[in-house]
């Protein structure tokens, strides 16, 4: 059995999670699997040249659903457990399959999508560790939060999870050529498909509504240096989705 750790650096509490597996650095670990197809192609740095995910994105990708970086890239049923040393979504992800069974969950099936069929990771994991300890791990980060009103990793995920539907609202709208602040209701289409059932369907449609009826699309936005000044919405405050949420019952209310 494998044994999981997650740390923050405390110098540096915006960084990335350390993900450790069996007491080293996950990086590191993939690092140097990687080394010699990086080798072979003339270009040793680029093994192992990942970032850390955020807190909030670990404790999503680790659970097995889609985090922010996935709803990016097209890689349906794997998640991006590390991410280009650059951040950019997409950009040069580590993807995995991850199962979570009641008394294991397992890491398999490693992919570096922009080197496929090239890099195996073949011989690479699977990474097998016992459940109980695995959810522990993860509960201890979700303790974690940078103050007293910041969102839980689960809240954060719902608003990325929104302004994804906020977006697809205002540009299904504009689409139709539906001008902004008409009368017109949308028939509000299936959510994307790394979306795991709900909350995350529903916060999605709450998000496509809401930013049907009042965002900008990204035509609109294109055109605009600052879209404020020209009444246009491009989302919504995060503290406001959050009382949407909550109004909605989509999460619990958080009282002192
Ligand atoms: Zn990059």
């Known amino acids: 059995m494998d044994t999981l750790k997650l740390q923050r650096d405390k110098d540096h509490p915006d960084d990335g999670l350390r993900i450790c597996v069996n007491g080293v650095s996950f990086r590191e670990i993939v690092r140097k699997h990687e080394a010699a197809f990086a080798q072979a192609e003339g270009s040793p740095n680029v093994a192992g040249a990942y970032s850390e995910l955020s807190p909030p994105s670990v404790a999503t990708s680790l659970r097995g659903k889609p985090n922010e970086h996935d709803l990016e890239n097209d890689q349906l049923g794997r998640i991006t457990l590390l991410e ?27 992919e570096q999508p922009h080197r496929r069929g ?31 009103s910041a969102p839980s990793p689960s809240e954060h995920w719902l608003v990325v999870v929104f302004h994804r539907g906020f977006r697809d609202g205002a540009n ?85």
């Open 84 to 110: 280009c040393e650059c951040g950019a979504p997409g950009c040069w992800p580590l993807l995995m399959t991850i199962s979570i069974g009641p008394s294991r969950v397992v890491w398999s099936d490693f």
């Open 172 to 256: 299904g709208r504009d689409r139709l050529e539906i001008p902004l602040g008409g009368s017109v209701e949308p028939t509000v289409p299936s959510p994307p498909r790394n979306l795991h059932a709900d909350p995350d369907h529903d916060t999605w449609r709450l998000g496509y509504l809401t930013g049907w009826r009042m965002g900008a699309s990204d035509r609109q936005l294109s055109g605009v240096d600052e879209p404020g000044a020209c009444g246009l919405i491009r989302e919504v405050g995060e503290r406001m989705v959050l009382d949407l949420l909550r109004n909605s019952g989509l999460i619990g209310d958080r009282r002192p």
């Open 118 to 148: 090239k890099w195996s990771y073949n011989g690479f994991g699977p990474f097998t560790f016992d459940s109980a300890e695995y959810e522990q791990a993860l509960r201890n980060i979700e303790d974690i939060r940078l103050g007293p």
